[in-house]
């Protein structure tokens, strides 16, 4: 079975009357060098794996071939028959049709994975990338990595730094959870349908030294913070957060971080260390 060979895959799809449903952003790889790199980059071998979107089957079918144990979570309750038909051969492979964001990834993958941790390798629709990515790094669920393929330019913000003009709220959000770098990028020819874009896939490296922040608050100063880019950080955490400005001001001296400051100034660490002393000094509200 060739899912990557389009004529094959073109057959399967007329075979189950399956039709691209365009609201939830289906684009099937048809490139199995792709699929072989991102496997091989994942280093999933003997590991457990969380698959988001597995449309026909493409990532899981090789995935199931390395890894220890697959859960996959559709959305598309279309796909039910086309998957068991290609995915019937693998005892290792479970498939959960849900919208994963109102899934409990935390309940789920412990009952199918224990107490194990596992790794998260997803084709994720352009239009939900970030939501998606968000929600399983806010969960409790025993992740190690996350390795996604992404339309292009969100990955260059999530993994841009300081020095990059694409560096936001998103870049700062992740690097909380952990190092995030592009493996590889993907031209939007080996796709079906072809997309308008070009794709990359991230690795981000879950670690828990930051785990003393609350996320919530780090969450509230992203939003003011880059929601009001233009103004100084001063003047943007003051209105975005509904604090003096005097209290802002003293925050800021106290952490050497000048009050001209504007959001891309300011580093991951800086940001953290904002959150911890608004909190400490009568920010409660943050």
Not at 22 to 28: A, D
Not at 63 to 88: F, N, R, W
Not at 132 to 143: D, E, F, G, M, V
Not at 146 to 151: L, S, T
Request: proline share 3%; charged share 25%.
């Amino acid at each position: 079975m060739n899912l990557t060979s389009a004529r094959e895959l073109k057959n399967l799809l007329d075979q189950y009357g399956f039709s691209f449903t365009k609201s939830l952003g289906q684009n099937f790889l048809i490139d199995q060098n792709i699929v072989d790199k991102i496997i091989r980059q994942g280093q999933i071998e003997g590991e457990n794996v969380l698959e988001i979107g597995p449309g026909i089957g493409t990532m899981t079918y090789s995935i199931a071939q390395k890894a220890k144990k697959v859960l996959a979570i559709e959305v598309d309750q279309s796909l039910k028959d086309i998957l068991a038909y290609t995915l019937g051969e693998f005892s290792n492979v479970k498939v959960h049709f849900a919208d994963v964001l109102k899934t409990d990834i935390e309940k789920l993958a412990q009952e199918y994975f224990g107490d194990q941790p596992f790794k998260v390798v997803a084709n994720l629709p352009y239009y939900i990338t970030s939501p998606i990515l968000i929600y399983l790094l806010k969960s409790q669920a025993n992740i190690s990595e996350i390795i996604v393929m992404m339309q292009k330019e969100v990955a260059q913000r999530i993994v841009a730094d300081q020095s990059k003009k694409d560096y936001g709220s998103i870049s700062v959000f992740i690097a909380y959870f952990g190092q995030a770098e592009i493996l590889m990028t993907v031209p939007n020819t080996v796709f079906m349908p072809k997309p308008k874009v070009d794709s990359a896939v991230i690795k981000i490296k879950i670690d828990n030294k930051n785990k003393d922040v609350n996320i919530g608050a780090l969450e509230k100063i992203l939003r003011a913070a880059f929601g009001q880019r233009r103004k100084t950080i001063l003047n943007s955490l003051s209105k975005g957060l509904g604090l003096e400005k005097s209290q802002i001001e003293a925050v800021l001296n106290s952490l050497e971080i000048p009050t001209t400051y504007r959001a891309e100034n300011i580093s991951l660490e800086e940001y953290l260390q904002l959150s911890r002393e608004l909190i400490k000094n009568g920010g409660k509200d943050v």
